[in-house]
């Protein structure tokens, strides 16, 4: 089994900055690839990036140039760090990783981490 462990979330003001960090734990045999994904009140979850273990990105448009994310395979960590946070950016953000156990690659999800930006 694969645990997923989000911190990081709080409440920010518009234009300001703040780092998320998930940490993937189990029986982990390789990483295909991490990230993030969020949900406002009464909206679908949506993709805001993902990294695969070698680095290539990928961005929701509406983060591009804000957002970055990164990650650190030794450490099975993910890192989300939001610059010029706008009050849209309000939302549970969670952690993703698509990863490989003693079996097959799965998804798992973390529990959440509640972010909100005040105008």
């Known amino acids: 089994q694969v645990q997923l462990v989000e911190s990081g979330g709080g409440l920010v003001q518009a234009g300001g900055s703040l780092s998320l960090s998930c940490t993937a734990s189990?029986?982990?045999?390789?990483?295909?690839?991490m990230g993030w994904f969020r949900q406002a009140p009464g909206k679908q979850r949506e993709l805001v990036g993902t990294?695969?273990?070698?680095?290539?990105?990928n961005y929701a448009d509406s983060v591009k140039g804000r957002f970055t994310i990164s990650i650190d395979n030794a450490k099975k960590m993910v890192f989300l760090q939001m610059n010029t946070l706008k009050p849209e950016d309000t939302a549970v953000y969670y952690c993703?990783?698509?990863?490989?156990?003693?079996?097959?690659?799965?998804?798992?999800w973390g529990q959440g981490t509640q972010v909100t930006v005040s105008s």
């Open positions: 993703y990783a698509f990863v490989r156990t003693r079996g097959s690659y799965a998804q798992y």
């Open positions: 189990g029986s982990i045999v390789s990483i295909g690839s």
């Open positions: 990294i695969t273990s070698d680095g290539s990105t």
